[in-house]
């Protein structure tokens, strides 16, 4: 674990340490760790003392009693400890509890998660690229795909009234862990063809391995076809006879697994 410690003082003024990550340890993660030296304070005053002393960092906030931390803030702020770590990205919750540090017998409250926990916190969307004219045939993997389990991003249905088309984009491909491109006949840039190809890669670019392009070439209804976007060559793309087949690749190149088939309760 990568260690930042917040020790409190009386006085009320901070002091920031931190600790890296001991190659010994088989986990790697992350953990924030608040010493509260105030003499006489008992448990159900850690929090308010906590509360108090945040609002001094943009990296952490709290409504009620949940904490939130955007750790691209923290890998920024503590750039020497976090250097490495391709998955310190996003906005987590992270639960807290409660001890006495052995050293110094003061109150510590830890937060932490390890890299598998926030990793698993990553965007799980598909987005679903489509030329309007194909909104139908979109429509029903869609539906399949989130019978399945997954959580497939279409715009109708995703995007509120009076959301600007490019921005609506943008949000949802930076919540998505894969964009599928389904390439007919009628796929045409519309203007927002290349922003969306654009964004995708900005997101292959940012997430890795955990973000997958998948591009499918699909005949129009009498056969005809259309040539892959230049902007998409640089990707593997497939060419399904039949939408069976289109939606068994779609699976295959996620970068995302679903879990054992269990009985419905």
Known sequence: MRKIAITIANSGNTYINTVPH???HEEDGISVDFFLSREGIREKEYLPAIKNQIRELTWVTCEGSKFYFDLAKIKES???????????????????TNDIDLNDNMPVVSFSASKEEIESNFPKKIFLSHRGSNKEMV??????????????????????????LDRGILEGMKHSCACVFFITPEYEDNGYLEDEINYAKMAKREKGNKFAIITLELEGEKGSTINIPELLKPYVWKKPSSSLEALKEIVRALPISLGKANWRR
Do not use: N, Q
């Not at 391709?86 to 992270?94: D, H, N, R, Y």
């Not at 993997?141 to 715009?155: H, Q």
């Open 22 to 24: 001991e190659t010994w």
């Open 78 to 96: 503590y750039s020497s400890l976090f250097e490495s770590c391709s998955w310190m990205k996003g906005e987590i919750e992270l639960s807290y």
């Open 139 to 164: 429509r029903e993997y869609f539906s399949v795909l989130k019978e399945l389990g997954y959580e497939p991003w279409l715009d109708e249905d995703a995007m509120a009234a009076g959301v600007t």
